[in-house]
């Protein structure tokens, strides 16, 4: 149903019949009818830009900022060893002349241990050696905080990056699973 707006004559008419009707409630002031109130004037709309299908928008949405976990992470350190022996490393080819198991150890143990086998492993000249930290015990995650496993996992690579490490590691890459996996690192050393 269209509204059509009243003119003149009408409100007019309407003044003259309203005037001669007796009100309901007297004691409520008396209501002049007014004219109808022109439309609010809409603001000028700005052009659209064009757009294709497929194209991309002008702003893009900001990435979220996550630590990576810690097999990303070494996985993207640069390969400072040779690329063919490395390529050998990463497929369990190449087989590590001595290991060190972390299983069970705190930090505070674990340290000490792994810079004497380093240093012990380069002096005997020794190019691979495997240190294994294990993948941590498996804990519920209830809370809203999430929990990193395996304290060793995390930490190991961390030490062997550390400037008095430096001489003695050349390359630290997460182990083949036949020799551990994820809870297990190569180390290859220098030359002595």
């Known amino acids: 149903m269209s509204r059509t707006r009243l003119t003149k004559e009408d409100v007019a008419l309407w003044r003259k019949v309203a005037d001669q009707a007796q009100r309901l409630h007297p004691e409520n002031p008396k209501q002049t009818p007014s004219f109808p109130k022109p439309k609010p004037v809409e603001p000028p709309k ?3 830009p064009d757009f294709t299908v497929g194209a991309r928008a002008a702003t893009r949405i ?3 900022d996550l630590a990576l976990g810690i097999s990303e992470r070494v996985a993207r350190q640069p390969v400072q060893m040779d690329q063919k022996a490395f390529v050998k490393l990463k497929r369990g080819k190449i087989f590590p002349e001595g290991k060190i198991d972390l299983h069970g150890m705190t930090m505070s143990e674990a340290h ?6 380093l240093f012990r492993s380069h002096a005997e000249g020794k190019r691979l ?3 294994i930290t294990g993948k941590g015990k498996q804990k519920l995650d209830d809370g809203p905080i999430p929990t990193r496993r395996g304290v060793l996992k995390h930490q ?3 030490w062997l990056t550390l400037p008095s490490l430096r001489p003695v590691v050349l390359q ?12 297990a690192y190569y180390v290859y050393l220098r030359r002595k």
């Open 172 to 183: 630290v890459a997460e182990a083949h699973v036949k020799h551990g996996g994820k809870g």
């Open 62 to 64: 900001p990435r979220n």
């Open 129 to 131: 050696v495997l240190v």
């Open 156 to 158: 190991v690579p961390q």
């Open 112 to 117: 000490p241990a792994l810079i004497d086998f």
């Open 46 to 48: 700005r052009p659209i």
